[in-house]
């Protein structure tokens, strides 16, 4: 014969992070940790209760992981304001003519790519500029005048075989050839947009977009020219 008073005793729920990780994921976790928890008290075994202190360190438990998630939250809150407030501040380089090291950027056809000024501390001799896709593969090279120390080199976006380069990723070095010289290369031109997508920030400067980080120097506002109409 059973024991009438003899019942089962419910296992304690065990939390945990992942499931609170997100905010509505922790609602669900609170709801289900507390009907749990108040069937587990409804339904112990008289002769043997559970023990306070474990009950007492499973609410401790969950306080943690709920204050916790709270704080992440919080953190990531910040995080995007900074982030929104940031990418409003590069608002004001929009019509300002800046130069930009060139290193990788993103070729993308929205305007005529700017030309790169060149400069270096003796007369280059053998010297070009050379465009690479994202495997590393040469694209163009360019040559620089011989014995010049500065000087404007264009790209007009197009392969070796004058083919048009494909949108994307690519990177411009500037091989220094025979020059003894050291040879710095910046993007030079007027900044057009501030581009938010994918999570990520750029400057749109004609054809190609850079990392705000590039930015090097900052002129005054190129004004825009407007021709009247007959």
Known sequence: ???????????APTLSTTAAAGGTGLAGTQDEFLKLFMAQLQNQDPLNPQDGAQMVAQLAQFSSVEQAT??????????????S?????LSGLVGRTCNAGAADFQLDRGGAVPPLQITSTTAMNGASVVITDSSGKEVRR??????????????DGNT?????AAPGSYHVAVDPGKTTGTITSQWHG?????ELAG??????????????????TIG???????????
């Open 1 to 11: 014969m059973s024991d009438p008073l003899s019942t089962s005793p419910i296992t």
């Open 70 to 83: 709270e704080s992440n939250q919080h953190l990531a809150d910040l995080v995007a304001a900074q982030n």
């Open 85 to 89: 407030t940031a990418s409003a501040s």
């Open 142 to 155: 360019l040559a620089i005048p011989p014995g010049a120390t500065s000087t404007q080199i264009a790209w």
């Open 160 to 164: 070796a075989a004058g083919a048009p």
């Open 190 to 194: 007027r900044i057009d947009s501030v």
């Open 199 to 216: 999570g990520t920030t750029q400057l749109r400067m004609g054809g190609v977009l850079l990392a705000p980080g590039a930015i090097q």
């Open 220 to 230: 005054s506002t190129t004004p825009t020219t407007t021709t009247p109409s007959a």
